[in-house]
């Protein structure tokens, strides 16, 4: 890719984002932040079996991306917030179509 606005070290605008999105657990986190802000200890619960030390890393890296928001309150216990910003709601909505493939490819998915 030549350097006139491209990607920089991306092949392309799909590898990008999916460096956004990419591994197990991002796409996860996003999807439970999908309605509502969530305190840690919820988002790890919702999100399932992802140990406190890796959501911590996702969570640092979706916020160096601009999709996840962290909004610390200064209260006795200390409360700590998660929400996706307006770029991580797009960026959700980029994924509903990826669902929707997975759903009609069930089967295909699950007998591999």
């Known amino acids: 890719m030549s ?3 491209g990607f920089g070290p991306y092949t392309c605008a799909l590898d990008a984002g999916m460096t956004v999105v990419g591994g197990k657990w991002k796409a996860l986190i996003l ?3 999908r309605d509502r802000p969530l305190r840690f200890g919820a988002l790890r619960r919702e999100v399932g079996a992802i140990s406190e030390k890796m959501l911590i890393q996702q ?4 916020q160096a991306y601009g999709v996840v928001h962290r ?3 200064h209260e006795v216990p200390p ?3 998660y929400s996706m910003t307006p770029s991580g709601k797009a960026l959700l909505d980029a994924l509903d179509p990826l669902g929707d493939w997975a759903e009609e490819h069930r089967e295909q998915i699950l007998t591999r």
């Open 59 to 62: 969570l640092k890296e979706l």
């Open 71 to 73: 909004e610390s309150y």
């Open 31 to 33: 999807w439970a932040l």
């Open 3 to 5: 350097d006139d606005g």
């Open 79 to 81: 409360r700590v917030e």
